[in-house]
């Protein structure tokens, strides 16, 4: 295992442990919120992620539960800590990104200014089986995302 290999592992181990953003917080009164959950049958993870979305269109907050291997959970943080930053659209760009990473196979070099720790994903893609892992907390913050309202 390589240099960049072993720090990736060790971000994907560090968010596992970590968990930010969870656990699920309640929205505030009349805040635009949206949640979701999503299983995956394969393997038994699942995720309830709610989030909040303030003016412009910009993500204030996301928060989750959830319970499964460490892939899925650091997801579910890596994505905690990135979304509040962004606006929908931007969260939008961001997923495909990770999507077209997750399909690669291991063959896509994340662009780490984009992507930042979810790069470390990388080498998830190279197993097919764990992809569906990584990519939980994204698809559920999406229908979160598309579900919200006040």
Sequence with gaps: M???????????????????GSPLVDPAAGELHG???????????????????GENDHFTAMSWEGDGCSI?????????EMLPELTKDEFLDKLEV???MMRSRG?????????????????VSKFPARVKCAMLAWVAAEAAMLGASA
């Design 98 to 100: 990770f999507r077209e």
């Design 35 to 53: 949640e979701s959950h999503q299983h995956n049958p394969i393997c038994g993870d699942q995720i309830r992620v709610r989030v909040a979305v």
């Design 107 to 123: 063959a896509m070099v994340p662009d780490e200014e984009v992507l930042e720790d979810a790069a470390a994903f990388v080498g």
């Design 2 to 20: 390589n240099e960049l290999d072993q720090l990736y592992q060790q971000v994907i181990l560090d968010h596992a442990k970590r968990r930010i």
């Design 72 to 80: 899925s959970m650091a997801s579910a943080s890596v994505l905690s």
